[in-house]
């Protein structure tokens, strides 16, 4: 009993985790503009169809707690304007580094990149916000030092990848399916194709670089990664595609209803994002037919070790009271 409680409270709080993460990039996006972040909001729904729940099944859970820090690093950096907001931005970095490190790394290059896209394109971003940011990354560093070298002479060195450049799933997963772009399917790939433009658009003509846009582009590309030297941590961003990658979804479909309609109204936008999520649960959802890494095998084992433990308890307790006597 006290094992299955365990394994439903932690399922309990990874799946809250996505709910937040969602929520942030939501946030995310609303920054920029509400009726697309409606839009987006539909796409989410993939998140647990095909194989995109992969991470969630088969133990992958410290990528689901980095992907939640890491999209808080994104917030933190873009509310720069708050006050006191170095604050926000150690406290998300650091979790981001305690939760999952790689995690961290992906959210860290995004924020280099965001800052300089803002400083060259928009020429917005000024010199005291720069400093301030690089203040907090030091400051972040030298609060999780301890786990940092113990996470470089410890995990890394038992768990590090010998062979960083891996161009296929099979290499990587070991026959395990993973996500591919294919996934989404030739309508969604459509519209994410149409953001990108869409996005690219925005960045060099109108000299817009938006929070929402750069962070579908990024999350894009850097689901590609194992191409260029990444590993098999691409596939870690690329389970989360669903919830990252939105904003270009929500900008293609966006562009063409522009198309169509001169005023989209906030009503229609949320009408729009319910249509959207609602057919992708009705083409493609199907109950979970695989326990992932809890098989058979693996829950008898934990409730015999339970059993066990619960047995060595009652008789550790026995013989206390019989010595007292």
């Known amino acids: 009993m006290l094992f299955r409680s365990v394994y439903d409270s932690l399922y309990f709080i990874t799946t809250l985790m996505i709910a937040l993460t969602c929520l942030l990039i939501y946030v995310l996006i609303a920054s920029y503009n509400k009726k697309i972040a409606l839009i987006s ?40 304007d708050l006050k006191k907001s170095y604050i926000l931005i ?40 720069i ?25 890394f060195e038992a ?27 030739i309508i969604n790939i459509a519209l994410i194709l149409i953001g990108v433009l ?3 658009y925005f960045f060099f003509i109108k000299k817009d670089v938006n929070i929402a846009a750069a962070t579908g582009l990024f999350f894009l590309i850097i689901g590609f990664s194992n191409y260029y030297n990444f590993g098999y941590r691409a596939f870690h961003i690329r389970a989360f595609w669903p919830i990252f990658i939105a904003p270009l979804v929500g900008f293609g479909i966006y562009i063409l209803l522009k198309i169509f309609f001169k005023k989209i109204e906030t009503i229609f936008a949320a009408i729009i994002g319910i249509i959207i999520f609602t057919a992708i649960v009705y ?39 019989f010595c007292l006597k």
């Open 159 to 185: 768990q590090g990848t010998n062979v960083p450049f891996i161009m296929t799933v099979e290499a990587a997963s070991g026959g395990l399916k993973l996500v591919t772009f294919q996934d989404f399917g």
């Open 41 to 80: 909001c539909g796409f989410f729904a993939l998140i647990f169809t095909k194989n995109f729940y992969v991470t969630y099944l088969w133990g992958q859970l410290g990528a689901v707690s980095g992907m939640l820090f890491m999209a808080g690093m994104i917030w933190a950096m873009h509310r720069m």
């Open 131 to 155: 400093k301030m940011l690089f203040m907090s990354v030091i400051l972040t560093l030298v609060i999780t030092s301890y786990y940092l070298i113990l996470f470089r002479y410890g995990s």
């Open 198 to 200: 869409a996005s690219l």
């Open 283 to 321: 083409s493609y959802y199907q109950p979970i037919n695989t326990p992932g890494i809890m098989d058979k095998d693996h829950w008898d084992m934990f409730r015999s070790e339970e059993h066990t433990s619960e047995l060595q308890s009652r008789f550790g307790i026995s013989y206390a009271v």
């Open 90 to 129: 150690i406290i998300t970095f650091c979790a981001a580094i305690l939760a999952h490190i790689p995690e961290f790394i992906f959210g860290m290059l995004f924020v280099i990149l965001f800052v300089a896209a803002k400083y060259f394109i928009e020429k917005s971003f000024d010199r005291k916000k």
